[in-house]
């Protein structure tokens, strides 16, 4: 008999998963950890759900959230083949691995197998959203990660095309803009100019871009490689129903359609997402809101001595004085404030700080204060 161990698959084995930030089971805490919004729905949203929950539930929703990709539609100027709706823009961006890159090929690729392997790579850049990796070796893709600059902007086309690890060939690469942990934002004409010198799949992970001074989505409307995800996680406060989208060339989203589970995107999800549309306005006040508070919680951080990076997203990457990262992190957690930190070389050595409300983010000042002291 074999264990159990041996009948999972050789490139599981030893899978290092994806760790979440800390959804903690104690109440009272301010949770400045996953990028949350800390405001609720509109109240227009949650009576769109409440009237929702009733015999309906017993039903399938519909298979490719219809309704909502119209609406969707209209506010990109698109068609609804431009747009696919996944559980959450997660499920999305594994789709997008299974969809374009050959698989199971890491173990057995050699280097000198070029277009071979371009076909079987994931490209990414780091430090960016920790997920893709992770894609890759659940595919068993080959990736290649190439580090920003040490600012965290984006290296311009002609560095990568000098240094020897971009490659241009591969099946997809993901882009994370604004980029996440930095919070640093991109402009629109280098992503255009990188998406441009790509053969492969670009995907432009916007999942932060309602906090950013500018966004790409016409990138994804005016090349049929590039492909835009959104999600109504964080800018639209819905991460409890799980609703992102891709947009990009209809042969693309068809190909994914494809693959999809048969039912991805829950009916409550879809319902939440169509009013959220409905009500642009409530949501535009709170990214203003979110904006100031960004500003204000950076100028009293720098004040008591952190180094606060330049951010267009709703949470800055702040590198503390006095004690390393991590033992900020423990300090703050005493106090019942949840921060986020990362071991990668390029981070280590800063806090993630969630913007939450003026009066959170106070509460995170006058903590860093009693700590200093
Ligand atoms: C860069 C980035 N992309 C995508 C996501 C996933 O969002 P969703 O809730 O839509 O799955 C996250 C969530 O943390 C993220 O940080």
């Given at each position: ?6 009948q ?55 298979p490719?959230?219809e ?14 083949e431009n747009?696919?709706?996944?559980n ?143 999600t109504?996680s ?28 048969s ?111």
């Open positions: 008999m074999t264990t159990p161990n041996r999972i698959r050789r490139q599981l084995r030893a899978l290092r998963p994806y760790v979440p930030g800390e959804q903690p089971k104690i109440k009272g805490l301010i949770k400045l950890n996953t990028n949350e919004n800390p405001y609720p729905p509109s109240p227009r949203v949650l009576r769109a759900v409440r009237a929702a929950v009733d015999g309906r539930l017993r039903l399938y929703p519909n490719t959230a309704r909502l990709r119209k609406k969707l539609a209209r506010l990109h100027r698109c068609k609804p747009i696919i709706v996944g959450g823009s997660d499920e999305l961006l594994a789709m997008a691995v299974r969809c374009f890159v050959e698989p199971g090929a890491a173990n057995v690729i050699r280097r000198t197998a070029r277009a071979f392997t371009s076909a079987a790579t994931v490209q990414f850049f780091t430090p960016s959203y920790s997920l893709y990796p992770v894609l890759a070796d659940i595919h068993g893709a080959v990736k290649n990660a190439v580090v920003l600059n040490p600012d965290f902007s984006l290296p311009a086309v002609l560095e990568l095309k000098r240094g020897k690890r971009w490659d241009f060939k591969a099946a997809l690469t993901f882009i994370t803009t604004p980029n996440a942990p930095s919070g640093h934002g991109y402009l629109t004409r280098e992503l255009d100019s990188l998406c441009k010198a790509q053969y492969g799949v670009v995907v432009l992970d916007e999942a932060y871009v309602d906090f950013a001074n500018e966004n790409a989505m016409k990138l994804a409307l005016k090349y049929p490689h590039v492909l835009v995800a959104r109504f964080k800018a639209y406060s819905l991460c409890f129903q799980r609703v992102g989208y891709f947009v990009g060339h209809p042969e693309l989203i068809a190909a994914l359609h494809k693959i999809r589970d039912y991805n995107v829950n009916g409550l999800g879809q319902i939440a997402a169509e009013a959220t549309l409905d009500d642009l306005a409530y949501y535009r006040a709170n990214f203003k809101t979110i904006v100031a508070t960004r500003a204000w919680l950076s100028r009293e951080l720098t004040k008591l001595g952190f180094r606060v990076l330049p951010s267009q997203t709703n949470f800055i990457l702040a590198q503390p004085p006095l004690f390393p990262a991590k033992a900020w992190l423990q300090k703050l957690r005493d106090r019942k404030i949840l921060l986020r930190w990362f071991s990668a070389p390029e981070v280590k050595d800063y806090l993630r700080i969630t913007i939450g409300t003026p009066r959170e983010a106070a509460a995170l000042v006058k903590a860093v204060q009693a700590i200093a002291a």
